[in-house]
């Protein structure tokens, strides 16, 4: 019989000689009781993930040795943090919390012109700044870097990794928190395991997943979502060197690792706790609903990937206490909120917010987004969503389909409308975005366009429509407006902030031209910035300060600190209305059209108030007539 508890406090006896002999006294000090509070829960995980198969005690051994050489090698400075952040572990719900992503060379060039630029990431209120993937990858396709080759080399286009660690101490020093992806579900094909698992070392060749033939992988693909239909259909690729069948969720040249194999689950938290040391403080855990597959399933967000994330959780807690999980996990919203905890991934991004933000811009009717955020927006404690309109992917309609049925709506030809509504197939719409990865069997698609183009600014400009670039121009902020308000951590897209339109010079590159994601992955324009900043009333001048207004209003404000986000009926389906901790309400106009609301509307905040402003414009708002919102305008309000 197994004793979980004999045989955990066992193996904690055996090990503990290790951290003894690898570790001085000092360190010792401040990792040995890391290591037995932790120990426990983390043995209980591998043991539920990795059961019987598990050649226990030599994982176990080769574990510790990483966690010990890892924490050794961490530099004081990131120990330090460690310690702040163990005292104040809710840092990242402040509301002064800013998110920024951006490409390091469309942003500008190198890793050093990102540093250049730290002032004007300043000057925006930045707090978070997630780097896209930076390494070594193809010099071809790398699906925008996220086909690494090299977990601990960056892409000497953009610079070093010395470079990349003096980045992120001088972010650090001026209060900006450095955010890298943790590809982890693939390598690239040129990735040192994948070119000895091709010369036939068989330790490499069990980091992936390779079949002799079609027989498993056939039965497999019949329960899977097919990724990229169009540019990589299948999730298998056929290698002829090894003439063997490797699992490619992905692209063909990014090749699925095998985390039923604990040997590589040891080997990446080696990756993850080396870039822990350069200074990365949050980890977006790329592609996570992925990392397990079983036959039979959609080998899509399976019981043992959250042991698994859990159990790196407690790995960092242990050598990196500082660092913190992200999960992109693009699902259904049901799925997405299963790795948001603690002990898991305590911040997510909210694609269910996001998506539905468009299709109430589409429809101009907010009944599904509040229904829907009404009961899905509340998380645990500790935990926090990162909101956002757009970002270097696609956007997929990935709203529960149950939802949408309370309110008679039918998921699938929902889609259908919203497809060509963003593809500008629908007759009046305002929108410009491309299609992604048609898939002629179920009809599916997804999105690609910046937030201006898709917002109507490229439409109005083409047409020189004053009054269509107006709306356009409401909307892009009263998106951004309606990001910013809803707490968390708000993420702006590199770009965004000047309304960057779509750049199609990607199909002129061949390694680009198949995949639009592209169309909305264009070099920051620093002359439209600076023209924004000298010229505030141009459409661009416009987003910007406006932006950068509500920006700083919400950074000084104490009503979005931490705390709770209430939507609420406010009566009116074209206005969305939501309580940030019942000192402000934001009121938000879908629609083309002014719109009145009754104070009584916002009495489950408040009952009726004597007296109102809104903190946006600073306007006294009149208690006693109806509240007015403009076309696509937005009111901040406050009651005294
Ligand atoms: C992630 C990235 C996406 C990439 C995919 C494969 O979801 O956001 O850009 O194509 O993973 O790594
Ligand atoms: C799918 C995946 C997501 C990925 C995206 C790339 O939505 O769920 O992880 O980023 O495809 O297009």
Known sequence: MFDLEHEQSLSLVRLLPRLEA????????????????????????????????????????????????????????????????????????????????????????TLDGVREKIPYLKQLGVTYLHLMPLFKAPESNSDGGYAISDFRTVNPALGTM???????????????????????????????????????????????????????????????????????????????????????????????????????????????????????????????????????TSCENLPQVHGIIQAYNLCAKIAAPALLFKSEAIVHPDDVVKYISEGESPISYNPTYMALLWEA????????????????????????????????????????????????????????????????????????????????????????GSAASLGGLESGLMAANAEWIEAAVNRIVLLHGVMLAAGGIPLLYSGDEIAMLNDYSFSDDPHKAGDERWVHRAKFDWSRLEEAQRRPTTPHGQVFSRLLRLIQLRAQDSAFDGGETRFFDSGNQNVLSFARRNEVVILANFSDHPQTLGWLALRGVWGMPNSASDIISGEILDTVSPIHLLPWGMLWVRAD
């Open 361 to 448: 811009a589409a429809t101009r009717d907010v009944s599904l987004l509040r229904y829907a955020m009404e009961r899905r927006f509340v998380l645990p404690q500790g935990c926090t969503w990162v909101n956002y309109i757009r970002c270097h992917d696609d956007i997929g309609w990935s709203f529960a389909d149950e939802d949408a049925r309370m309110l008679g709506i039918q998921g699938f030809s929902h889609r259908q409308f919203l497809n060509e509504f963003y593809t500008s197939a629908f007759a009046g719409s305002y929108a410009r975005g491309l299609r992604f990865n048609y898939n002629p069997i179920n009809q599916d698609m997804r999105i690609c």
């Open 162 to 296: 010395a470079g990349l660690r003096v980045l992120a101490d001088d972010l650090r020093a001026e209060g900006i928190s450095l955010v890298l992806d943790f590809v982890f579900n693939h390598t690239s094909d040129e990735h040192d395991w994948a070119l000895k698992a091709l010369e036939g070392d068989k330790r490499h060749q069990k980091f992936y997943f390779m079949f002799p033939d079609r027989t498993l992988p056939d039965q497999y693909q019949t329960n899977l979502r097919e990724i990229f239909p169009q540019q990589a259909p299948g999730a298998f690729t056929h290698v002829p060197k090894l003439d063997k069948w490797v699992w490619t969720t992905f692209n063909t040249f990014q090749w699925d690792l095998n985390y039923a194999n604990p040997d590589l689950f040891c080997a990446m938290l080696g990756e993850m706790l080396f870039l822990a040391n350069q200074g990365v403080e949050v980890m977006r855990l790329d592609a996570v609903a992925f990392i397990w597959k079983q036959m039979g």
């Open 22 to 109: 690898g570790l001085d006294a000092r360190d010792q000090a401040a990792f040995v009781p890391r290591f037995t509070q932790h120990f426990p829960a983390l043995f209980r995980l591998l043991l539920e993930v990795y059961g019987q198969n598990y050649d226990f005690f030599y994982h176990l051994e080769q574990m510790t040795d990483l966690l010990v050489s890892a924490f050794k090698s961490r530099p004081q400075t990131l120990r330090q943090l460690d310690d702040q952040r163990l005292v104040n572990p809710h840092w990242y719900q402040r509301g002064a919390m800013l998110g920024y992503v951006l490409y390091v060379d469309l942003f500008n060039g």
